[in-house]
T-cell receptor, first 111, second 114 residues
């Protein structure tokens, strides 16, 4: 158990819908990272927040957004969902700027 | 595009044998990390090796790093059935300062036959 929690575990929704994924980092970790894992693209970095501020952006679509709240939990919002957004979404947290600890992931299925 | 590329894509060995996986990357790095992922589950951090280190050990794991060749290897000795998983290398590129996301390869799928 990494100490990072993600909810929900599974999410099934339809194209065009909007969903919110939630992540609680390890106690004391200020950085939260979001990743997407799909069969064709592999693991892709989406976005990072540090102590409430956006710190870095990766391959995140404009339809996706995230935020980190004062209690350091983070949410990833995915809107206008397409079939190709079906994937595992992971959040990771870190205190130092190297080792990242990953949550169990949210499996999103868009029908 | 992927920064790291693992080789082989898949590897099947007998329990008790050693397993070696390789990773090549493209740009200069601060560090390289190896992660394990059991089917459809979260990634587990195995080991981190910094750019000024050449070799590192952790239990049955041995990682080497050759920055001149931009490559790393992960050796798992005396493999066990529980080692069956996908193994990913991830790089923290210079300029990212560790603050950016890691760049992952596509992984090596390791199967340990009992």
């Amino acid at each position: 158990d990494s100490g990072v929690t993600q909810t929900p575990k599974h999410l099934i929704t339809a194209t065009g819908q909007r969903v919110t994924l939630r992540c609680s980092p390890r106690s004391g970790d200020l950085s939260v990272y979001w990743y997407q894992q799909s069969l064709d693209q592999g693991l892709q970095f989406l976005i990072q927040y540090y102590n409430g501020e956006e710190r870095a952006k990766g391959n995140i679509l404009e339809r996706f957004s995230a935020q980190q709240f004062p209690d350091l939990h983070s949410e990833l919002n995915l809107s206008s969902l397409e079939l190709g957004d079906s994937a595992l979404y992971f959040c990771a947290s870190s205190v130092a700027l190297d080792t990242q600890y990953f949550g169990p992931g949210t499996r999103l299925t868009v029908l | 595009s992927q920064q790291g590329e693992e080789d082989p894509q898949a590897l099947s060995i007998q329990e008790g044998e050693n397993a070696t996986m390789n990773c090549s990357y493209k740009t200069s790095i601060n560090n390289l990390q190896w992660y394990r992922q059991n089917s459809g589950r979260g990634l587990v951090h195995l080991i981190l090796i910094r750019s000024n280190e050449r070799e590192k050990h952790s239990g049955r794991l041995r990682v080497t790093l050759d920055t001149s060749k931009k490559s790393s290897s992960l050796l798992i000795t005396a493999s066990r059935a529980a080692d069956t998983a996908s193994y990913f290398c991830a790089t923290d590129p210079i300029g990212g300062g560790g603050a950016d996301g890691l760049t992952f390869g596509k992984g090596t799928h390791l199967i340990i036959q009992p």
